[in-house]
Antibody, heavy 120, light 108 residues
Framework: EVQLVESGGGLVQPGGSLRLSCAAS????????MSWVRQAPGKGLEWVAN????????YYVDSVKGRFTISRDNAKNSLYLQMNSLRAEDTAVYYC?????????????WGQGTLVTVSS | SYELTQPPSVSVSPGQTARITCSGD??????AYWYQQKPGQAPVLVIS???ERPSGIPDRFSGSSSGTTVTLTISGVQAEDEADYYC???????????FGTGTKVTVL
């Protein structure tokens, strides 16, 4: 069974940093693209970033470029999101998601999410 | 930036058919996907590549595509189908992913 478990969320002040982690199990992590998707309280889903199997390609939504960094450690079956210069509008539940193996980018498995709150 | 537009809400009686549209300029070039999200839960993929149903998804869920609009159809709606539904696709370059604005389906 595919399992994705996020951790690292919490309360942080504006301008601060936070590192999210996602522990993957139940599948061969190293052969899948992975992604972070977020959802602000009471709002819709927003794609944040994708990373290729070997980490050589990374893509970000414009609003986080230069502030967030997606990375992975295939030896540890783990995905990360380093978030710097955090803003109030980054407050959201952050989901780790596996990108499906077929053509096209889609999210076929999701974690339960970790809440990040940016507030003073 | 690229946007996918959905109606905010759809109401339907049990046993009837719910149709949710999603409009975007790049949809003729890019596949669309649909997710169901119930309160307090993570999203679940219900339709892939415009019209394919993943394993385990009931056959009352179907998808179609026509030009710049894709449609999720739920036939014979059940109370358990009450949820938020989101379409998802990519921009014309295929580089950036976008979710639709979301549609709340209410079962009367």
């Amino acid at each position: 069974e595919v399992q994705l478990v996020e951790s690292g969320g919490g309360l942080v002040q504006p301008g601060g940093s936070l590192r999210l982690s996602c522990a993957a199990s139940g599948f061969t992590f190293s052969i899948y693209w992975m992604s972070w998707v977020r959802q602000a309280p009471g709002k819709g889903l927003e794609w944040v970033a994708n990373i290729k199997q070997d980490g050589t390609e990374k893509y970000y939504v414009d609003s986080v470029k230069g502030r967030f960094t997606i990375s992975r450690d295939n030896a540890k079956n783990s995905l990360y999101l380093q978030m710097n210069s955090l803003r109030a509008e980054d407050t959201a539940v952050y989901y780790c998601a596996r990108i499906g193996a077929a053509a096209g980018i889609y999210f076929d498995s999701w974690g339960q999410g970790t809440l990040v709150t940016v507030s003073s | 930036s690229y946007e996918l537009t959905q109606p905010p809400s759809v109401s339907v009686s049990p046993g009837q058919t719910a149709r949710i549209t999603c409009s975007g300029d790049a949809l003729p070039k890019q596949y669309a996907y649909w997710y169901q999200q119930k309160p307090g839960q993570a999203p679940v993929l219900v339709i892939s590549k415009d019209s394919e149903r993943p394993s385990g998804i009931p056959d009352r869920f179907s998808g179609s595509s026509s030009g710049t609009t894709v449609t999720l159809t739920i036939s014979g709606v059940q109370a358990e189908d009450e949820a938020d539904y989101y379409c998802q696709s990519a921009d014309s370059s295929g580089t950036y992913e976008v979710f639709g604005t979301g549609t709340k389906v209410t079962v009367l």
